[in-house]
């Protein structure tokens, strides 16, 4: 099984600031890697995928980046909407597996 | 506007089973690999099971296979996740997500909590 280890486990940033979320693979995982971004309350929402591409729908401030084994999300300026908890996921191979999570709270 | 839609969820005893559903809305299921994914109260996000669009392969975690089936119905828009002997630590809430070509879950329902407590 393929662990995905994320970090930190709390991020905590002001509106406007950017946010680096940082995802490593235990063996690599080429560049299927996703970032689903779950906000309180609501089901995960897929934003990257591939390592680099955004899903439909998601704004420009993301971004997706690395490849192996080590991964990562960035939002380049924080809106007020952007405060939730970040996941990676894998797909290289069965089981799919997910990181533990990265919450991006206000400071 | 495409959207999933779970069922079935609610409080069982331990050892006891259920049966959730998928249906969907603006979308046909059988076009689409759906899985069920979890998450524990407070917790990150588990992987249960992948089932083919037209429901002949499907893959599952290894931690829960023999327990948990899923399949698809007759009408091909609605996926289930049969559970069996449940315990107290398959208490969670259940998604039901599309999957974009085997790999990422592009489309998720709102859940359906399952709570397994005597």
């Known amino acids: 099984e393929i662990v995905l280890t994320q970090s930190p486990a709390t991020l905590s940033l002001s509106p406007g600031e950017r946010a680096t979320l940082s995802c490593r693979a235990s063996q690599s995982i080429s560049s299927k890697l996703a970032w689903y971004q779950q906000r309180p309350g609501q089901a995960p929402r897929l934003v990257i995928y591939?390592?680099?591409n955004r899903a439909t729908g998601i704004p420009a401030r993301f971004s997706g980046s690395g490849s192996e084994a080590d991964f990562t999300l960035t939002i380049s300026s924080l809106e007020p909407e952007d405060f939730a908890v970040y996941f990676c996921?894998?797909?290289?191979?069965?089981?799919?597996?997910f990181g533990g999570g990265t919450k991006v709270e206000i400071k | 506007e495409e959207q999933l839609l779970e069922s079935g969820g609610g409080l069982v005893r331990p050892g006891g089973s259920l049966r959730l559903s998928c249906a969907g809305s603006g979308l046909t299921l059988s076009s689409f690999v759906m899985s069920w994914v979890r998450q524990a109260p407070g917790k990150g996000l588990e992987w249960i099971a992948t089932i083919s669009g037209a429901g002949g392969t499907a893959f599952y975690a290894d931690s829960l296979k023999g327990r948990f089936t899923i399949s698809r119905g007759s009408d091909g828009n609605i996926v289930f996740l049969q559970m069996n002997s449940l315990r107290a630590d398959d208490t969670a809430v259940y998604y039901c997500a599309r999957v974009q070509t085997w790999d990422y879950f592009n489309l998720w329902g709102q859940g359906t909590l399952v709570t397994v407590s005597s």
């Open positions: 591939d390592a680099s």
């Open positions: 996921q894998q797909r290289l191979g069965w089981p799919l597996t």
